[in-house]
């Protein structure tokens, strides 16, 4: 099992790059904006509009962090490593809502006549791209490392935008290349930009709400954790094995089957020792929870009949 210390550094680290990610976001978002507006380009407004919700979906991962990082108590026992599940869940919802907005729009803007873009909105958005491009890089692999469904669903948010500030980039440069044919391109390109958005938006509602539902890992790690717990002495086979993620990591319920004829402190130890050799060997794991059965094999002791010696 991971150190207590270095799991804190960890989440310490990633509210570091939850806390980054707000500030370029509130960034581009102003600067997006103000030259959309000013060079007359509804892509580039668009993206900027996206980033303004990135800018509160961050936030909510930073503080969905800061509360998973909380210590067990009296009212959270298994800690508050849902809390970081659920920010997730809304950035997914604020990313929906936010790609249906600029969707309407830029469909109320297409067929108006005025002048084509400037080129400011080319360099804006490919400063954003480039920028976009690092923090989604770097949430994706700090996020798996530390198995947080908020900052990869941060990162996906980041994902899309490099995707759709590339959409919005070429459909500029088609309207300020030809205005004659494609000027509705800038339109169609923030239309198409919410498209995306909306799509991404679900997908990240999708996965946050298995893990709120109490989705199983994997079958791989499952597998792990049968083959880890069966190299304890004394144990004869798993009945059963069920996991739950709660924030970063998952908790386990597992039955293993020993000797009936043990006693009851010695079946005690043999649970105590899977336990621990389960959080020794997979960080992923909070705690383990184990319940002793009979092995099948084994065959039980008679009871005298009405219980006569």
């Known amino acids: 099992m991971a150190p207590v210390s270095l799991r804190s550094d960890r989440i310490a680290l990633g509210r570091r790059l939850a806390a980054i990610s707000v500030l370029a976001s509130a960034a581009l978002a102003a600067l997006n904006i103000l030259?959309?507006?000013?060079?007359?380009?509804t892509s580039v407004?668009?993206?900027?509009?996206?980033?303004?919700?990135?800018?509160?979906?961050?936030?909510l991962v930073f503080a969905g962090l800061s509360i998973a990082s909380r210590p067990p108590d009296h009212n959270h026992p298994y800690g508050h490593g849902r809390f970081e599940t659920i920010s997730g869940l809304l950035v997914g919802l604020i990313l929906a809502g936010g790609g249906a907005l600029i969707c309407y729009r830029s469909l109320q803007?297409?067929?108006?006549?005025?002048?084509?873009?400037?080129?400011?909105?080319?360099?804006?958005?490919?400063f954003s791209i480039v920028l976009k491009?690092?923090?989604?890089?770097?949430?994706?692999?700090f996020g798996r490392r530390i198995q947080s469904a908020a900052l990869e669903a941060d990162a996906w948010n980041d994902a899309v935008d490099v995707l759709s500030g590339s959409v919005a980039l070429v459909a500029v440069w088609l309207a300020i290349s030809d205005p004659g044919r494609f000027l509705a391109a800038d339109h169609w390109?923030?239309?198409a930009v919410g498209v995306i958005v909306i799509f991404t938006g679900l997908r990240v509602v999708r996965e946050t709400s298995f893990e709120l539902a109490d989705t199983m890992p994997d079958p791989e790690r499952l597998t792990e954790i049968r083959l880890i717990s069966t190299s304890v002495p004394g144990v004869h086979g798993i009945e059963k094995c069920?996991?739950?993620?709660?924030g970063?990591?998952?908790?386990?319920?597992?039955?293993?089957e020993v000797d009936p004829h043990l006693p009851v402190w010695q079946g005690h130890e043999i649970a105590t020792q899977v336990?621990?050799?389960?959080?020794?060997?997979?960080?992923?794991?909070?705690?383990?929870l184990v319940h002793v059965e009979p092995a099948p094999e084994w065959n039980a002791p008679e009871v005298p009949p009405n219980g006569a010696a």
């Open 248 to 256: 970063l990591r998952y908790f386990v319920d597992l039955h293993v």
């Open 35 to 41: 030259v959309g507006l000013a060079s007359g380009s």
């Open 242 to 246: 069920f996991a739950r993620k709660s």
């Open 45 to 59: 407004v668009a993206a900027g509009v996206e980033f303004a919700g990135d800018f509160a979906a961050s936030l």
């Open 275 to 288: 336990r621990i050799r389960l959080k020794e060997s997979c960080a992923w794991i909070a705690d383990v």
């Open 133 to 141: 491009l690092i923090l989604s890089v770097s949430k994706f692999r």
């Open 109 to 126: 803007q297409i067929g108006q006549m005025h002048h084509p873009p400037r080129i400011a909105g080319v360099w804006s958005l490919g």
């Open 189 to 191: 390109g923030g239309f």
